[in-house]
């Protein structure tokens, strides 16, 4: 596949084919709303309000959408261009109905791991839609529902994997699985937790990092032995009334298990295009429900290895603000909406390259914008997040060019270019 693509257009595969019932439309009165605050409008509340999720609410709102946003912490990015918002810990379960029967949002749209997804299922049975469903959302905000469910269920090919409830058996199953391995809890979000564990002597270290890392009260961690890559990617799916639609797919780099570069598209053989789009395509009919997944994907010297899915927009998938018409965002509204994706049309190749915080302050500034804005065919966009962390993202830059190659190179030297500057007393 040539790196320097012009003009692509992806249509769905089954454009042209009867609709089976997952892809029915839920009747043209679910697709006209009101303006936000009147009677009649259409209410989205979302479950997580960071950086995916500030870009998810801003592109409801171009339909009209009225919005609330929900974290954990105050002046989450989303909660800053949302109608309004709410502090709350959603992995409380009573304190997450509640909130949601007063709201009674016509839609319910996680963005985190960290949710009591028990009580999404018992919103949905009552009524309540939930995007897609509340069964994805608790399958893949678990690591070992979606391993199990992807290896044992569906066949797909997956790495060699172990579950460990404490550290005894984590030095079990990495013994077993040999090392390097790689040790992830069960419930944790942009490679929080995730280490390498290169010796038997790691493990402990590895167990630690876990515990530390982990979103949610267990000490349930997942095992997985070393897969000889030569790249990974994430192969965004879109699940509309259209049918199913995937992006190119999109190359990525990732340091500590969080994602630091992307890339679209990502060269790969027709044949491995195919094998990756059969995975897709039956991780996400198994999930059901509308809406964008990202299905992230492991390329070796021979095969296409499932890893991990996640039934939203993805941190990798920043790069489509830049490269094609629709951005994931936009695809993923559009679809939970209940309105058609024809297409999706790659408008130029292109990269993203994140800032990073080295310190946590809550007294700090982004500098360097001037400088990085003065790259050719670059955009910036600043999360505006209220405190840093070391290794949480701050920024992201974006660069589009002929060919993928130039791309990436401008977008790293336009991320090099911003600081997160502390400011001293």
């Not at 990015?77 to 109905?97: G, N, W």
């Not at 469910?149 to 013994?175: M, N």
Request: aromatic share 6%; charged share 25%; proline share 5%.
């Amino acid at each position: 596949m040539p790196s320097t693509i012009a003009f692509l257009e992806l249509n769905p595969e089954n454009k042209d084919e009867k609709r089976s019932e997952q892809f029915s439309s839920e009747g043209e009165e679910f697709k006209m709303w009101g303006a936000p605050f009147s009677a009649k409008a259409k209410k989205m509340l979302l479950l997580g309000s960071g950086e995916l999720g500030k870009e998810v609410i801003i592109e409801a709102q171009r339909l009209g959408v009225e919005c609330i946003a929900v974290d954990r912490y105050e002046l989450a990015p989303a909660m800053q261009v949302a109608h309004r918002s709410h502090c709350l810990d959603m992995q409380d379960a009573e304190a997450l109905k509640a909130l949601i029967r007063e709201e009674k949002p016509d839609i319910i749209v996680p963005e985190i791991e960290a949710i009591a997804t028990g009580a999404l299922e018992e919103l949905e049975q009552e009524g309540f839609h939930v995007v897609p469903t509340a069964r994805a959302a608790r399958l893949t905000m678990d690591r070992e529902g979606i391993r199990r469910l992807a290896a044992e269920k569906l066949q797909l090919p997956t790495a060699a994997y172990r579950f460990a409830d404490h550290f005894e058996q984590l030095r079990s199953a990495v013994q077993e699985l040999g090392t390097p391995c790689v040790v992830k809890p069960l419930m944790s979000s942009s490679g929080k937790g995730q280490s390498v564990c290169r010796t038997l002597e790691d493990a402990e270290s590895c167990w630690n990092t876990a515990l530390e890392g982990a979103r949610a009260k267990t000490t349930r961690v997942i095992v997985e032995a070393f897969v000889p890559f030569e790249s990974e990617i994430t192969l965004l799916t879109v699940r509309s009334e259209s049918g199913t639609t995937f992006c190119p797919p999109i190359g990525h780099i990732q340091k500590d298990g969080d994602y630091v570069e992307s890339w679209q598209p990502h060269g790969m053989t027709d044949k491995q295009l195919s094998e990756a789009q059969d995975i897709a395509r039956t991780i996400t009919d198994e999930l059901g429900g509308y809406g964008l997944f990202g299905v992230e994907l492991f390329l070796t010297a021979d095969s296409v290895i499932f890893s991990e899915v996640s039934p939203r927009p993805h941190d990798t998938g920043m790069v489509t603000m830049i490269t094609q018409d629709l951005s994931e965002f936009a695809l993923h509204v559009r679809a939970i909406l209940g309105f058609p994706v024809p297409s999706v049309t790659l408008l130029t190749p292109g990269a993203s390259a994140t800032l990073k915080a080295e310190v946590a302050t809550r007294d700090f500034a982004i500098s360097g914008l001037h400088d990085a804005l003065l790259l050719p065919r670059t955009q910036v966009r600043v999360f505006g997040k209220p405190e840093t962390k070391p290794g949480r993202r701050m920024a992201v830059a974006l660069s589009a060019a002929e060919d993928v190659e130039t791309a990436r190179k401008t977008a790293k030297e336009a991320a090099n270019m911003l600081k997160v500057e502390v400011n001293h007393v």
